[in-house]
């Protein structure tokens, strides 16, 4: 791994995403490597990191057809969400704030577990609708009173900091680009706001 793509993987934002979690059994753990639909699920994400790196192409080039790329990639990640099983089948998913980065997440929970807990994750990245199932260990469980004040405000009362456990480069690279993104659009918004209270 180059030392961009090292360092990239630890850059984190604030986003907006689909959750949610487990906790993993031995059965679940034990039957990772056999997984049925993971090379489905490898083939979809390498699918994704191709067409998103072609829609940023296109993008920089000022290709009006953009935006319908990006409506149809939206779409037929939505269609194949149906079609790729979930794991975890006694939640639903529900649309939190996290801080997120290509090693790791943090959000804050109804639940408490120990420190060392082995979680089932699942996340809907958004716009794109892209799911990623994923490992995590708990590597901080803090009640509001001990949690950092920086950090997002949800209803939850516990702060749940997971490391993320045999993740596929796929899925890593997936998220990394969804991270810059994200920071792109963070910055493209800070900016915007700026002029408008110059202008004001």
């Known amino acids: 791994m180059s030392d961009g793509r090292e360092r990239r993987r630890f850059f984190r934002v604030t986003d907006e995403i689909g959750l949610k979690y487990a906790l993993a059994t031995a059965e679940s753990l034990a039957a990772r490597p056999l997984d049925p639909d993971s090379k489905l699920k490898v083939d979809v994400l390498a699918l994704e990191g191709?067409?998103?790196?072609?829609?940023?192409?296109?993008?920089?080039?000022?290709?009006?057809?953009?935006?319908?790329?990006?409506?149809?990639?939206?779409?037929?990640?939505?269609?194949?969400?149906?079609?790729?099983?979930?794991?975890?089948?006694?939640?639903?998913?529900?649309?939190?704030?996290?801080?997120?980065?290509?090693?790791?997440?943090?959000?804050?929970?109804?639940?408490?577990?120990?420190?060392?807990?082995?979680?089932?994750?699942?996340?809907?990245?958004?716009?794109?609708?892209?799911?990623?199932?994923?490992?995590?260990?708990?590597?901080?469980?803090?009640?509001r009173s001990e949690a950092d004040s920086n950090e997002p405000v949800e209803a939850g009362h516990y702060l749940l900091r997971i490391d993320f456990r045999d993740i596929q480069e796929e899925q890593q690279e997936v998220l990394i680009q969804h991270v810059l993104k994200c920071q792109s659009r963070d910055l493209r918004l800070r900016r915007e706001a700026r002029e408008r209270n110059g202008a004001g």
């Open 50 to 143: 191709q067409i998103r790196a072609s829609i940023e192409l296109l993008k920089s080039h000022g290709n009006p057809v953009v935006k319908t790329l990006e409506l149809m990639n939206r779409k037929l990640n939505l269609l194949l969400a149906d079609e790729i099983p979930t794991t975890i089948e006694e939640k639903e998913s529900v649309v939190c704030s996290a801080s997120l980065s290509a090693c790791g997440i943090a959000f804050w929970a109804d639940d408490t577990f120990d420190v060392g807990t082995e979680l089932k994750l699942e996340l809907t990245l958004l716009p794109s609708h892209l799911h990623l199932g994923l490992n995590g260990i708990i590597v901080e469980s803090l009640v």
